[in-house]
């Protein structure tokens, strides 16, 4: 494996979790996934999305730091492929999508003072599904408070990454996950596998699982 820190980004629903526990068992390597259960903003936010959000974004920053700080400042980082299941970044991307513009101009501020403290990917694997297969997602994962997310609230999140990955120069593999079923289907693992093998010019490699 060429890569120290794999980092496996998508929407909602995209499948991050799933694929980085199967890549982490395939590879043997260490993971780093998020604790989202832990935040007790989260059903709040659903419920109540404008009095929710700061604090529900907060929170997943301060984790977020906490957690990638502990386990990737280590001396065996760099003895040991790590994968995690999500970018520090999406920190920004989630909350350009859920706070008010006064409060988004703060949460960037503190995000730039933190983001600096943070080891960054060596490669991102993002995965692309339609908005509908998502819903389909969501639905048989059975989080009660995710039920009633709204499509063009998932389509407002697909479109920030999207444009993010336009504008960052981060080595990616951007897959089209559209028919993806990571756990049953051994052949989409096993593409996303030789992807990450191969020396592909430029900043982004294009994939579509089969």
Do not use: W
Not at 175 to 198: G, M, P, R
């Amino acid at each position: 494996m060429k890569y120290n820190f794999i980092t496996i980004e998508g929407n909602i629903g995209a499948g991050k979790t799933t694929l980085a526990k199967l890549l982490g068992a395939y590879y043997k390597t260490k993971l780093i996934l998020e604790a989202f259960a832990d935040n007790p903003f989260l059903p709040k936010f659903y419920e109540s999305p404008s009095q929710y959000a700061f604090p529900l974004e907060l929170f997943f920053m301060a984790e977020r730091y906490k957690q990638l700080k502990d386990l990737l400042q280590t001396k065996d980082m760099f003895q040991q492929t790590v994968i995690s299941d999500y970018l520090f970044t999406k920190c920004l991307l989630f909350a350009k999508v859920n706070l008010e513009e006064e409060e988004f101009r703060l949460y960037q501020k503190l995000f730039e003072i933190i983001n600096p403290q943070i080891i960054q990917p060596d490669i991102l694997i993002y995965l692309h599904s339609p908005v509908n297969r998502l819903k389909e997602n969501i639905k048989k994962r059975n989080r009660e408070y995710e039920q009633a997310i709204d499509s063009k609230y998932l389509t407002s999140l697909q479109e920030t990454y999207i444009q993010y990955i336009k504008q960052h120069g981060m080595k990616t593999l951007f897959v089209d996950a559209s028919n993806a079923d990571f756990f049953n289907n051994k052949q989409h693992i096993q593409v996303i596998t030789d992807a990450l093998e191969e020396d592909f010019n430029g900043q982004q490699l294009y994939i579509t699982l089969p």
